[in-house]
């Protein structure tokens, strides 16, 4: 099964694609879809939008799989990761109804068996599970394969994540 993790966010969305048997897990790609800060928001909404739906047709994915937002501080930031996310969804939507989402503490959890690892442990566990030699770059590449890596791990319980 090939699964597509993504990690919300305007100026940064990453994106992890793994090949997994449910146990085993092989890197496919990873990267970013960057927008500019000079844009106006509708414009980075699209490009959001034609690089998530880029993605679909490249991967071809069979469940998508994304993290949950959560902000605590910053309401402002808040609202403009989740247009971007709602981008990302509406892209991923077209295309298939497997679509899933993890809070961070869930991806925490499956990754490094710990709710509270910091960004370092989850990037080791990350690049140990997949057997790659480097973290992947950027951060939020490494966090969209995370994504991925747990929902591949959820097997028996996906529906529990499932968007409805």
Do not use: W
Request: glycine share 8%.
């Amino acid at each position: 099964m090939v699964i597509l993790g993504i990690d919300p966010g305007l100026a940064t969305m990453g994106y992890g694609v793994i090949e997994t048997d449910g146990i085993r897990h092989k890197l496919i790609q990873y990267g970013a879809l960057i927008t500019q800060p000079k844009q106006a928001m509708p414009q980075r909404l699209r490009s959001i939008f034609i690089g998530v739906n880029q993605l679909m047709d490249l991967y071809n994915p069979q469940e998508v799989a994304m993290e949950e937002l959560f902000f605590s501080k910053n309401v402002t930031t808040g609202i403009a990761v989740g247009m971007a996310r709602g981008a990302a969804l509406v892209a991923v939507a077209q295309r298939t109804e497997e679509i899933y989402e993890y809070t961070p503490m869930q991806i925490k959890q499956a990754v490094t068996g710990q709710g509270k690892a910091d960004k370092h442990q989850v990037q080791m566990m990350v690049r140990a599970l997949l057997g790659i030699r480097e973290v992947p770059k950027p951060d939020d590449a490494a966090d969209a394969l995370a994504v991925a890596i747990t929902h591949a791990h959820s097997r028996g319980a996906r529906a529990l994540f499932k968007i409805q």
